[in-house]
């Protein structure tokens, strides 16, 4: 999530706010099985369709959360106001999230706080869930009831930093990621960071604050598990050159649950032959040969990954990977934006890219338009989750107004919700992003968070 963000066509978030757009890229390759998908992302652009979404949106009254008409939302948490627990304040900048299923309609979440070194709001440092003293960061957790009510929030792990996305578990523990690649020594800090941490949502003392150094040290953003196989694939947040690669973790111990991960495996890097930079492809179903190249040394001990020797033929790298999840039997990940002006190969607003493990092909699923095409969905994509309906809710990370907003398996955009809690200064107006976004285990509730001012909502209304 880099400090400096593209500038933003207001009539393109104009046109957006009214109401559903069409969208050129080909999100059905998200959902459909087999060659359908090839044929599917070639197709021309859908007509807008009144009867997908939700609706224009609504400005909120208490200046907060714009939402359809139907929508409500609730604040469950505020950055500076106390922790439940006792153990301090709520933590800013709220980043990545999940949400699990903790019996009789309850649900736990666990957040990100992607503090830095001069974040006000600190992670509390508690015992037994500190790994590092001097740093800021770290994950909170809250306790839901069946009503949707708070009733506990307590601080899951802390003294790792710049904590930003990570991803579930199939057994149902987070892995939060540190999204630096400070040593010791290093801005106050006392141990190595750019490790991924499980934590356990019904017991964070169970998990601990132990890093998972086979996973390798890098600037870490997401994470997703393939659910049969057990291999962990990752995504490297680089928006400087060299930029970051896409990884697969293959653990000693797959699918073993809880602490199983800490047993150590092997890290390897995706090399697409012939493709040294994925921002060249602009085709939505062009799809790739991927290989896998051993890690030469996971823990960066000398040499960051990206800069170390993979041996004859170019590895591939991309600017601001982010976004990861799983579904459709493969792993989705987001390459947020390319700039060449920064030293990207071409330019583009975001991609959606699909892996299939099964046949070892990575394939470009969705392009995302530049700020000034109303035909195209926003620019830089960043968290990702799939929507009760099949679709997909999307947290948009760039300049200006700040949306959630969905994309339907018909290939169609529509507002979902708009940051309304301007931030800026008189005469200069700015939102915080959002990210973050999940959905409770029943499908009716969709989470998410504005990064700033942290501020966690949950959003309920008539779902399709």
Same mark, same amino acid.
Not at 304 to 330: M, N, S, V
Not at 332 to 345: D, K, L, Y
Not at 444 to 456: E, I, Q, S
């Given at each position: 999530?880099?400090?400096?963000?593209?500038?933003?066509?207001? %009539?393109?978030?104009?046109?957006?706010?009214?109401?559903?757009?069409?969208?050129?890229?080909?999100?059905?390759?998200?959902?459909?099985?087999?060659?359908?998908?090839?044929?599917?992302? %070639?197709?021309?652009?859908?007509?807008?369709?009144?009867?997908?979404?939700?609706?224009?949106? =609504?400005?909120?009254?208490?200046?907060?959360?714009?939402?359809?008409?139907?929508?409500?939302?609730?604040?469950?948490?505020?950055?500076?106001?106390?922790?439940?627990?006792? *153990?301090?304040?709520?933590?800013?900048?709220?980043?990545?999230?999940?949400?699990?299923?903790?019996?009789?309609?309850?649900?736990?979440?666990?957040?990100?706080?992607?503090? @830095?070194?001069?974040?006000?709001? @600190?992670? #509390?440092?508690?015992?037994?869930?500190?790994?590092?003293?001097?740093?800021?960061?770290?994950?909170?957790?809250?306790?839901?009831?069946?009503?949707?009510?708070?009733?506990?929030?307590?601080?899951?792990?802390?003294?790792?930093?710049?904590?930003?996305?990570?991803?579930?578990?199939?057994?149902?523990?987070?892995?939060?990621?540190?999204?630096?690649?400070?040593?010791?020594?290093?801005?106050?800090?006392?141990?190595?960071?750019?490790?991924?941490?499980? &934590?356990? +949502?019904?017991?964070?003392?169970?998990?601990?604050?132990?890093?998972? %150094?086979?996973?390798?040290?890098?600037? !870490?953003?997401?994470?997703?598990?393939?659910?049969?196989?057990?291999? &962990?694939?990752?995504?490297?947040?680089?928006?400087?050159?060299?930029?970051?690669?896409?990884?697969?973790?293959?653990?000693?111990? #797959?699918?073993?649950?809880?602490?199983?991960?800490?047993?150590? $495996?092997?890290?390897?890097?995706?090399?697409?032959?012939?493709?040294?930079?994925?921002?060249?492809?602009?085709?939505?179903?062009?799809?790739?040969?991927?290989?896998?190249?051993?890690?030469?040394?996971?823990?960066?001990?000398?040499? +960051?990954?990206?800069?170390?020797?993979?041996?004859?033929?170019?590895?591939?790298?991309?600017?601001?990977?982010?976004?990861? /999840?799983?579904?459709?039997?493969?792993?989705?990940? =987001?390459?947020?934006?390319?700039?060449?002006?920064?030293?990207?190969?071409?330019? !583009?607003?975001?991609?959606?890219?699909? /892996?299939?493990?099964?046949?070892?092909?990575?394939?470009?699923?969705?392009?995302?338009?530049?700020?000034?095409?109303?035909?195209? #969905?926003?620019?830089?994509?960043?968290?990702?989750?799939?929507?009760?309906?099949?679709?997909?809710?999307?947290? *948009?990370?760039?300049? $200006?107004?700040? /949306?959630?907003?969905? =994309?339907?398996?018909?290939?169609?955009?529509?507002?979902?919700?708009?940051?309304? *809690?301007?931030?800026?200064?008189? $005469?200069?107006?700015?939102?915080? *992003?959002?990210? $973050?976004?999940?959905?409770?285990?029943?499908?009716?509730?969709?989470? =998410?968070?504005?990064?700033?001012?942290?501020?966690?909502?949950?959003?309920?209304?008539?779902? !399709?």
């Amino acid at each position: 999530m880099p400090p400096v963000r593209p500038p933003v066509s207001v %009539t393109r978030r104009s046109l957006l706010a009214a109401g559903t757009i069409a969208f050129s890229g080909a999100l059905g390759a998200l959902f459909a099985g087999g060659d359908a998908r090839a044929a599917r992302a %070639t197709r021309a652009p859908r007509a807008p369709r009144t009867d997908r979404g939700y609706g224009p949106l =609504v400005a909120d009254p208490r200046g907060l959360l714009d939402l359809p008409a139907g929508f409500t939302y609730r604040v469950l948490s505020r950055a500076g106001a106390p922790l439940r627990s006792g *153990e301090g304040t709520v933590p800013a900048n709220c980043d990545g999230m999940a949400a699990f299923d903790a019996g009789g309609g309850r649900v736990r979440l666990v957040r990100n706080h992607e503090n @830095r070194t001069t974040a006000a709001l @600190r992670v #509390p440092a508690v015992p037994r869930l500190t790994y590092d003293p001097q740093a800021l960061g770290g994950c909170t957790a809250l306790e839901l009831d069946a009503a949707g009510r708070v009733t506990g929030e307590r601080v899951a792990l802390a003294g790792t930093a710049v904590n930003c996305a990570g991803g579930r578990t199939p057994w149902n523990t987070w892995l939060s990621c540190e999204e630096t690649e400070d040593r010791a020594g290093t801005s106050g800090y006392t141990r190595d960071h750019g490790y991924v941490f499980e &934590v356990d +949502p019904a017991d964070p003392n169970r998990s601990g604050a132990v890093p998972l %150094t086979a996973m390798g040290r890098f600037a !870490h953003e997401a994470v997703a598990v393939d659910p049969y196989r057990g291999v &962990v694939y990752e995504t490297e947040d680089a928006f400087v050159r060299p930029f970051g690669l896409f990884y697969r973790f293959l653990p000693e111990r #797959p699918l073993g649950g809880l602490g199983s991960l800490r047993a150590g $495996g092997r890290l390897e890097a995706m090399r697409v032959p012939g493709l040294a930079d994925l921002s060249v492809v602009d085709e939505p179903g062009a799809r790739f040969p991927v290989e896998w190249v051993p890690v030469p040394d996971p823990s960066a001990a000398g040499t +960051p990954i990206r800069l170390q020797d993979f041996g004859p033929g170019a590895i591939t790298h991309a600017q601001k990977l982010e976004g990861c /999840y799983w579904g459709d039997g493969g792993v989705h990940f =987001v390459s947020s934006f390319a700039r060449s002006s920064e030293g990207a190969a071409a330019d !583009h607003h975001g991609q959606v890219w699909f /892996y299939d493990p099964r046949r070892s092909v990575l394939r470009l699923d969705v392009v995302f338009g530049p700020a000034a095409d109303i035909a195209l #969905p926003g620019d830089s994509p960043d968290n990702i989750c799939l929507a009760p309906d099949g679709g997909l809710m999307v947290c *948009e990370d760039g300049g $200006g107004a700040q /949306y959630v907003f969905g =994309v339907t398996t018909g290939g169609e955009v529509y507002p979902m919700a708009r940051n309304a *809690e301007d931030i800026g200064r008189p $005469g200069a107006p700015e939102w915080g *992003e959002f990210a $973050g976004v999940t959905f409770s285990p029943d499908g009716r509730t969709m989470y =998410v968070n504005a990064y700033t001012p942290g501020t966690t909502f949950a959003v309920t209304g008539p779902w !399709h």
